[in-house]
């Protein structure tokens, strides 16, 4: 069974940082795009930043460039999210997920070509 699961998530304050993990499991993800999205209530879900398989490229939302930094392990399946000088505006549940066709900048940005999502962890920015 394929699963992500996120964790690392939790109540900070504004400028504050904290630093998300997703672990994967079922099958191999070091071919694929790994991306984090989030989505904060009454919202749709808006992309945070994705990764490519190797690691050496990266694309953020400009919401979060310069602050959120995501990087990969594929010998531990794990994709991470360091977030700094967080805002309350962070606040929302985060995704993350693997795109498992096209590269780093095919349709990255639309949470509808990705295959596999994880259960999502909650992330409280208090001002």
């Known amino acids: 069974q394929v699963q992500l699961v996120e964790s690392g998530g939790g109540l900070v304050q504004a400028g504050g940082s904290l630093r998300l993990s997703c672990a994967a499991s079922?099958?191999?993800?070091?071919?694929?795009?790994m991306g984090w999205f989030r989505q904060a209530p009454g919202k749709e879900r808006e992309f945070v930043a994705a990764i490519s398989w190797s690691g050496s490229s990266t694309v953020y939302a400009d919401s979060v460039k310069g602050r959120f930094t995501i990087f990969r392990d594929n010998a531990k399946n794990t994709v991470y999210l360091q977030m700094n000088s967080l805002k309350p505006e962070d606040t929302a549940v985060y995704y993350c997920?693997?795109?498992?066709?096209?590269?780093?900048?095919?349709?990255?940005?639309?949470?509808?070509?990705?295959?596999?999502w994880g259960q999502g962890t909650q992330v409280t920015v208090s001002s």
């Open positions: 079922g099958r191999t993800f070091s071919s694929d795009v």
């Open positions: 997920a693997a795109k498992t066709s096209g590269g780093l900048y095919s349709r990255t940005r639309y949470y509808t070509a990705y295959d596999y």
